[in-house]
């Protein structure tokens, strides 16, 4: 099995448990997910970044903010584990979604 499709099954396994700001947010499950990839041998990065995120905020109407978010890279593949794929987070934001403009990657 390659080290992308073990990495995938890591990632499932973080999106499914329950987000939360304080304790279980993205930067914490992308934490986790890197030190369960080094662990069996994977070489994985954690990326922190300021991006742009299309939001529903009051009365229904979208706009585009500033947002502060986190993710992990196997291979060069960025891989979202904050909440299950396609979901959406606070003011209907969707995590994939979220345009990197400033990036930290560690």
Known sequence: MSNLKKAERIAERLRQEPYNLFRNDCFTKSIRFKRQ??????????????????????FGRWLIIPVIHGWSEVEGKRIEVSRPLGSSGMWDIVPVNIKPVITVRF
Do not use: D, E, Q
């Open 37 to 58: 990839c080094k662990a069996l041998g994977i070489s994985a990065r954690v990326v922190a970044c300021i991006g742009l995120a299309r939001a529903r905020l009051l």
